[in-house]
């Protein structure tokens, strides 16, 4: 019995799987909309300044208001310090948008994470967290220098501590919305395949709950080993899940963390997964509460891993703020092959963290820069005193993994080869360590940089500052962009998911209402 049933998950989730070339994504089915006290406006492609010549109109998008950082003057501001995380939700969102014909949200564009999507071969740090740092040129104004900073987390198996994971599924009415592209799949379908994706991998020691959500809250599993005989019942019941009702968010948060506190791991990692299109609109209404609430959970231990699905209704806005609060990651599910990247190939990476309280401080040499500009990290900016103060929250890195920042520069005239332009200082608590207060220091040399990662990574931050409607973009072009990554085809070979940007590429370029 357990042989067959097995085969069956096996093929629910080939099935899904074997769509995801289609590369769609979600629309609502319910219209709903409400909010948890957020101030933002929807994202409507037919509203005024929405749709550009050639756009389709479509459902309405929730995102946060995004304020660029402009440049900084070296001579009256020469510190530039950032909280670290690697959140990927808005390359997800931004490859949905495009493969469905709407005009991409500018505020669904965060840079950084787009950059962060992807794997970089960043030297192995000596201890938990290493630092590299690039000089390149800047595609989009000749007369600027690029900086990127490649930060590599040690891997920490993820068997080797005992890990309580609590799902926290929505079972309102929009999940039940299909999949563009993925004929007969619904946003529930890629919230099974991602959860048995995830128990696939996990060992005896570890311990499985399942809360669900809609018109009512309930505990659908009882913290469960994940042993032959826990891996059959969490099967059954996450096949048996439904998706009717409006949402009661707010309580089913409350009762996940319950379920997280009585299994917990002293030793291990307890964390609260929550899958969602994030419309909260019942329980409590109010985001300040809602992160309050994540925040004190997180300061005692527990974490919180967002998932989102979905269009029609995706509340991007809440759910970063609520991954922020939680010191989780934040990722966005648009294809059965998202579901297993992020929760099979980056499973230790997203759910096992290295480095806690992780933040990064950028010295520019006055003498030797002008002026800097960090694109991105536009809602992870951090003042110095909160640097240099060790019991400030800051962000969470899993284990191996690559965080990057880029910076935008103006160098000095006159400046020699291989002077120091500047300082990069991460600093962290290490997670397996006694949370010891540590840091990690690197220069950046006037010394160019011979590197497909960082020319790659130039490619996508021009690509976000053209969907962004950046006032920073100079020079940017779409053809640009496609020119330079049509001459890397061997390194784009290696990878599907950095090949998958070429294709992006070119559909925002054929669609024509880009520009360039």
Known sequence: MKKHYFAICALFAAACIGFSACGGAQHGSDGNSGAAGSDSE??????????????????????????????????????????????????????????????????????????????YGYPAPAEEVGVTAYLSDCPWNEAHKLVTVGIRTAERKIEAERNNYVFLVDLSGSMAARVAGLEGTTCLDLVKTGILKLVEGLTERDAVSIVSYASRVETVLEPTLADEAGKTEIGHRVLALNANGYT???????????????????????????????????????????????????????????????????????????????????????????????????????????????KAGVKFDPEKVSKYRLLGYDMKLLSEDDFNDPEKDAGEIGSNLCVTAVY????????????????????????????????????VLNTAAESEDVSFIACVAE??????????????????????????????????????????????????????
């Open 463 to 516: 690509f976000g500052l053209i969907l962004r409607r950046s006032e920073f973009r100079g020079t940017a072009s779409l053809a640009g962009v496609l020119s330079r990554l049509e001459g890397m085809k061997d390194y784009l070979a290696k990878d599907l998911y950095k090949e998958e940007l070429k294709e992006l590429v070119a559909i925002a370029k054929d669609a024509g209402i880009y520009g360039g």
């Open 42 to 119: 929807p994202w409507a492609p037919d509203a005024p300044g929405g749709t550009e010549a050639g756009g389709m109109t479509g459902p309405s998008f929730h995102y946060g208001s995004i304020v660029e950082q402009g440049f900084h003057d070296t001579k009256e501001q020469a510190e530039s310090y950032f909280s670290l995380d690697r959140n990927t939700a808005s390359y997800s969102q931004v490859r949905a948008q495009l493969r469905n014909g709407y005009t991409v949200a500018p505020d669904s564009v965060r840079t950084e994470e787009l950059i962060n999507y992807f794997s």
């Open 408 to 443: 935008e520069t103006e160098l000095c005239e006159d400046i020699a080869g291989g002077d120091t332009l500047a300082t990069v200082e991460i600093r962290y608590r290490s997670a397996g360590d006694g949370e010891a207060a540590k840091s990690v220091t690197a220069e």
């Open 248 to 358: 009661n968010g707010s309580g089913g948060l409350e009762l996940a963390y319950q379920h997280a506190e009585r299994y917990r791991s002293e030793d291990g990692n307890n964390r609260v997964i929550l899958m969602t299109d994030g419309d909260f609109n019942v329980g409590i209404r109010s985001t300040e509460a809602l992160k309050t609430f994540i925040s004190e959970k997180a300061a005692s231990g527990v974490y919180l891993s967002v998932l989102g699905f979905g269009i029609g209704n995706m509340r991007d806005d809440i759910m970063q703020e609520l991954a922020l609060s939680g010191n989780g990651n934040y990722a966005y599910i648009d294809t059965p092959r998202e579901a297993e990247k992020v929760l099979c190939e980056e499973l230790s990476g997203t759910l096992v963290t290295v480095a806690k309280d992780a």
